[in-house]
Every structure is written in C-alpha cells, then in structure tokens.
C-alpha cells in the first residue's frame, strides 16, 4: 500500500483592498487592489516596477489583465499636457473596460457572435488598446495625442457604429466636427487616427480591405508657421530667463534640501531655463533636448547622441555635433547637480524626483509648454495670434545656418530630418568638420542675438559664448 505524501497547506494570500491614490500607487511596495472599481490595480515588478492594470474574465473564461503602462507616466484622475489638451487617467481607463466587459456578458449567444463578427468602434479600440498599441510600439506623446482625439471626438460621435457601417459621411462629419473653431490641424489628424483603426480592423478581418472610407477623403489644407525669432526677441527671452531664473533662487534660498522647490508663476527652474537655453541654441526638439542624458554627450569627441528620436526607425542612432555654446550648458549642469550626476545615466535636465520603492527616481522635466507660456509673458512676447511657440526657436535655428551660407541640407541635418542618401553622406563627416561648424557659427549668431548685441542675417558672429545665454 503506498503511503499518503502529508498535505501541506499553502499560505493564505493577503490582498490589500484600498482606494488608490498617485501617492499610493507610487510608493507601493506590493499589489493593491482598488476598492472602487473590480479588477483593478497595482501590479509591483520583482525589478519595482509599478503598473497600472486591471483584471477580469475572458471570453474563454480564463483570467484577462490589461495593462495601461507605468505608474510614473499616468495620474489616477487625468492631466493636461504641454500642448493643454487632457489625458486620460488610469481610473477613467479601468472603467471604460470594465463596462466593455460587463456589456459583453450581458449580450450572450448570437447577438454575441454577431458583436465579435463586426465589432462597433468603442470594441474595436478597446482591443487596440490592449494589444495593438504595444505592436505600434507608439511614443508616449503619440499615445497621449491618440486618447485625446479618440476620447473628446472620434468615440463621442462614432464609437457606437459598427466598424463596416462607417461611411464617407461619417468621416465628413468627424472631420467638420473637430474643425469647428478653426482646428483643422486637429480635424485632419482625427481622421488619420480613424483611418489606422480601421485599416488594423482590415487586417484582422473585421471589415472588407479596400473599404476604408478615410483614404478617399480630401482632408483641408494645413496653413504652414512660418514664423521665426527676431534678434530683439532673442533678448526678451534671455532677460525674461534671467529674471524668473533669479526670482525662483531668491525664493528656495532658504528651504531646506528636503523641502520639496517652491514653484511659483513668476519664477522658473535654473535647470527649465537651461533647457530652453539649449533649445534654443541646439535646434532640438523639445523631447530629445528633454530626455538628454550625461551619458549621450561625448565631450572628447563634441558630440551628443539620441537612440530614441523622430525618425530612430528610419535612421537608427542620430548624432549630432556639441558646439562650445552646448559645451558651456552641459558644464554649469554639471557643476549645479554636483556629486548626483555619477550614477549615469543621468537627465542634464532633471525634473521631479519620483519615489520608486524606498528609492526616488529622477525623471526629465515635463510640462515645458506651461513654463514656456510664463517665460512669453514675462519677455512681453505675448500675442492674440502670433505668440511664440518652442518649435520657432527649431525654425530659426534652420533659417539662420542657411542665411549664414551652409546649404539646407546641412541645416536639415543638424535639425535631425530624414532626408535619404544626402543625410547619409554628411552624417558621416566629423563633428568638428563642416557639420561643427555650422551648429557653432549658428548657436555664436543666436547666443549673441540673446546677450543683446547688435547682429546682422548672412554675416558670421565671432564671439566668446555669453555666461548668461549659455
């Protein structure tokens, strides 16, 4: 006869039931589940990470979790981004699927079959958020642009029709819809957002190829800014800089180091500052400027490197030349943030300080649009219709390397445009040969433009980099 192995009993799990907050989620150190809303949680990494997610039963009966990203990118309740349109938040995300889910119980048998057979538009981007937007690999500001068009216009108006019963008709009304108030940017973009969601619902068979009403569709031209920065502007942002720069370290001068920075609308962050110094200076994008690391900036070869930027799919790592106005950021970076820059890699430009487990993680700064804004106001730049925006500074980084002679395809370059074989031929060149000193003639002609000196177009600045511009 053989023996009975002993039952052992297996530890009783504890589950931590509790509304969640931003701070909550933040500094969790195991799962929490929401008591507010079924299946949803904190999901804490054996690596500590912390994501949102939220759980419930599949068609087959098994256990589904869909995840929305980490902790550290959403807020609970929503959030304005820097260009003021508003974020979806991790609740309002847990709810849209639950009620996905329990509308599908409630619909069994046929009229099931026929929902799963061609799925209304709300269905639809459910499983292309689930699973088809990590497949899209889309950039956090891409996703960001896509839940807002889809959440304020496109499901409001055409989430309850049935992928094949949208017509010509509906994306004509989508498009008039967003472009009410002269949005038109916007309205365009809605229906390209539609066109990709219904052209992945072609690929997996739910609607006939060839049926998308949106690639037929004339969308309105786009009226192309032109507008540049003027030498007297460059001074009014480098006063107004200096100035709010002044007042925020006039205003923490007394706090203590573990008091969180007071930030207030008449001051700035000296590392903000710094950031629109280098945009300015650079010819960047906002996101790559944002997201420089120590570690992506080779001082001995005069140059700084970016894995993650616009065209990385096409073109792959881009590198561009560090022109002595650049150098000058980096080291007054170097020399603010001390000792906290050894472990790299390190943001140049640091933002808030996000708890992680009993560590605090430093992301890059976030929300430039809203700094820029009381940047504007305090240069006295503000405008009814042509106010400033930070892409102009990109635009004048261009239009000044041409003016000063180089051809546009090494401004292109320097800009980090996709521009085939031409791109090819002169990324090769060394930083400190014709693309070095292009970035160094143009960053002299716009350091000098903001420290208030006198500069002409088409003629050359030799002059020592200011203190206060860069």
């Known amino acids: 006869m053989v023996a009975k192995k002993p039952t052992t009993l297996k530890p009783e799990r504890t589950r931590t039931n509790i509304r969640l907050t931003d701070d909550r989620a933040r500094k969790a150190t195991k799962t929490i589940w929401d008591s507010e809303i079924k299946g949803f949680h904190v999901r804490v990494t054996p690596a500590g990470g912390r994501f949102f997610r939220v759980r419930f039963q599949g068609k087959d009966g098994k256990k589904v979790c869909a995840t929305l990203g980490p902790v550290e990118n959403w807020t609970l309740e929503g959030r304005t981004d820097e260009n003021g349109e508003q974020v979806q938040g991790a609740r309002s995300w847990a709810r849209t699927r639950r009620q996905a889910f329990e509308t599908k119980k409630e619909h069994p048998g046929k009229e099931a079959k026929a929902t799963k057979a061609t799925p209304d538009l709300n269905a639809w981007v459910e499983v292309w958020r689930v699973s088809e937007k990590g497949k899209l690999k889309l950039k956090p500001t891409t996703q960001a642009s896509y839940e807002s068009l889809l959440t304020k216009h496109i499901l ?4 309850e029709k049935k992928l094949r019963s949208i017509k010509d008709e509906d994306v004509n009304d989508l498009h008039e819809a967003v472009a009410e108030g002269g949005h038109t940017t916007n309205a365009n973009r809605a229906v390209a957002v539609l066109s990709n969601l219904l052209k992945r619902a072609a690929i997996a068979g739910k609607i006939t190829k060839g049926t998308n009403p949106c690639l037929g569709f004339e969308k309105s031209e786009e009226s192309k800014r032109e507008r540049t920065f003027k030498p007297r502007e460059y001074a009014a942002l480098e006063a107004a800089l200096v100035q709010l720069e002044a007042a925020w370290l006039a205003a923490n001068e007394e706090k203590d180091e573990e008091d969180e920075k007071k930030e207030r609308e008449d001051t700035l962050d000296p590392a903000a500052a710094d950031l629109i110094r280098f945009l300015a200076l650079s010819g960047l994008r906002k996101s790559e400027a944002a997201n420089l690391k120590f570690g992506d900036v080779d001082e001995e070869r005069n140059s700084m490197s970016f894995v993650d930027h616009k065209t990385s799919k096409k073109k792959g790592k881009k590198v561009l030349p560090l022109n002595p106005s650049l150098r000058v950021i980096i080291k007054r970076r170097r020399e603010m943030l001390g000792e906290v820059v050894t472990p790299d890699p390190f943001f140049v430009f640091p933002g808030k300080l996000v708890t992680i487990g009993d560590a605090k993680k430093q992301g890059p ?21 042509n106010t400033p925006v930070p892409h102009d500074l990109r635009r004048t980084f261009q239009t000044v390397c041409i003016d000063l002679g180089y051809t546009a395809a090494i401004g292109d370059i320097l800009l980090g445009h996709s521009l085939g074989a031409i791109r090819d031929t002169y990324i090769r060149l060394d930083t400190d040969g014709v693309l ?10 716009i350091a000098a433009a903001m420290a208030g000196k006198k500069v002409k177009p088409y003629e050359k600045v030799n002059q ?4 206060g511009t860069a």
């Open 436 to 445: 070095g000193l292009a970035s160094t003639d143009t960053s002299n002609w």
């Open 156 to 159: 409001p108006l055409l989430g």
């Open 464 to 467: 020592k980099t200011q203190a």
């Open 365 to 385: 700064i976030v929300g430039i649009a809203k700094m820029w804004s009381r940047v504007m106001k305090t240069a006295g730049l503000i405008h009814p219709t």
